[in-house]
C-alpha cells in the first residue's frame, strides 16, 4: 500500500509504502450502477441520505434544474452547487432523470447508502486495503491500474474518465464524458476490473485515518470504525493534474458518511467465493 511513484499527496497520508496481507475476497467487476440501485430501492423503499436532506451536490456544468432549486455554490469549492431535488434519480436536480445512465453508475449515495445497499445484496464495503490491492491488478508499485503509462497514451487515447481542458471552466471531454460514463468504459485492468480510477469515487468501510499507514495492521488493516469520515478512493470524472491528482491506485480521499455528490458511488465485496458483480 502507499504511494511509490513520488506523486502521492503526504497531506492524505499515502506514506509510507508498506506491505499487507489480506484474506481473499471477491470484488464487483463494476461500480454499483443506476440499474442495480434501483432494484435497490425498488424492493426496499429505501430514502436516500441526499432525498432526506432534499439537497445534494452538483458540478456546475451538469446541473439540470429550475433556478428555484438552486441555493449556491458551497463554500470553498465554489465548483459545487448545492441543488434542491438533486438525488440520485435526478444526478443534475429535478428536470433531469436517469433516461440513457441505466449502465452509469450511481451517484448522490452517501456511505451510509451504500453500506444499505451491501446489506441487501448481502455483500458489503471493501476496506481501503483491498480496494487498493483490486485496482493494482496485480501490477505492485504502479501508479494506474494499467501501470505507469500516462493516462492519456501516446496515441491520444485516453484510459480513465478524467477532466480535459481548463478546471472548472471548461471541460474539452477528449476522453468522451463531461461527467459519469458507462461502468464498462475503457478497458479493465489485469483482475478484470473496470474504472477504478476515474470515472466516480468509491467508498471504502474505513474510517479516515491520516497516519494509519504508520500504525494500522499488516494483516487485513482496517481503519478506524468510529472517524468523522469515511475514506474515499479512485478519483473522478473531475480529477485533473493540475486540482487533484488522485485518479492512482493510492491516492486516499474522504468526506462524512452522510454527505452525497454527483462524483461518487462504490462497489461492493464479499469473503464468498461468489461471482463478482452484485445482483445481474
Ligand atoms: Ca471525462
Ligand atoms: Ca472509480
Known amino acids: 500500500m502507499g504511494d511509490s511513484s513520488g506523486d502521492g499527496l503526504e497531506v492524505d497520508g499515502e506514506y509510507p509504502v508498506h506491505t499487507v496481507t489480506l484474506d481473499g475476497f471477491s470484488i464487483d467487476a463494476t461500480a454499483v450502477t443506476n440499474a442495480q440501485f434501483a432494484r435497490f430501492v425498488a424492493d426496499t423503499g429505501y430514502t436516500t441520505s441526499a432525498e432526506r436532506l432534499g439537497a445534494s451536490a452538483v458540478f456546475h456544468l451538469l446541473v439540470d434544474a429550475p433556478t428555484a432549486d438552486i441555493t449556491g455554490p458551497i463554500p470553498g469549492t465554489p465548483w459545487w452547487i448545492g441543488v434542491r431535488g438533486a438525488s440520485w434519480r435526478h444526478p443534475g436536480g429535478r428536470a433531469s432523470s436517469l433516461r440513457g445512465l441505466e449502465d452509469h453508475p450511481v451517484v448522490h449515495v452517501s456511505w451510509h447508502d451504500a453500506t444499505a445497499y451491501c446489506a441487501w445484496v ?26 505507469d503509462a500516462p493516462i492519456d497514451g501516446s496515441d491520444g487515447t485516453w484510459r480513465a474518465n478524467v477532466w480535459q481542458g481548463t478546471f472548472p471552466a471548461h471541460n474539452t471531454a477528449s476522453d468522451g464524458w463531461i461527467g459519469t460514463a458507462p461502468v464498462r468504459s475503457y478497458a479493465p485492468n489485469d483482475f478484470g476490473l473496470w474504472q477504478t480510477v476515474g470515472n466516480v469515487w468509491e467508498w471504502c468501510a474505513d474510517g479516515f485515518d491520516a497516519t494509519a499507514y504508520i500504525t494500522h495492521a499488516t494483516h487485513d488493516p482496517r481503519g478506524p470504525e468510529t472517524a468523522p469520515e469515511r475514506v474515499l478512493r479512485g478519483g473522478s470524472y473531475l480529477c485533473h493534474p493540475s486540482y487533484c491528482n488522485r485518479y492512482r491506485n493510492s491516492a486516499r480521499s474522504r468526506n462524512t458518511p452522510d454527505s452525497s455528490m454527483g462524483n461518487a458511488g462504490f462497489r461492493t465485496v464479499s469473503r464468498n467465493p461468489v461471482e463478482a458483480g452484485g445482483p445481474g
Open 122 to 147: 448481502g455483500r458489503r464495503l471493501p476496506s481501503e486495503a483491498e480496494w487498493e490491492r483490486a485496482s493494482r491488478g496485480g501490477l505492485d508499485g504502479a501508479c494506474f491500474p494499467w501501470g
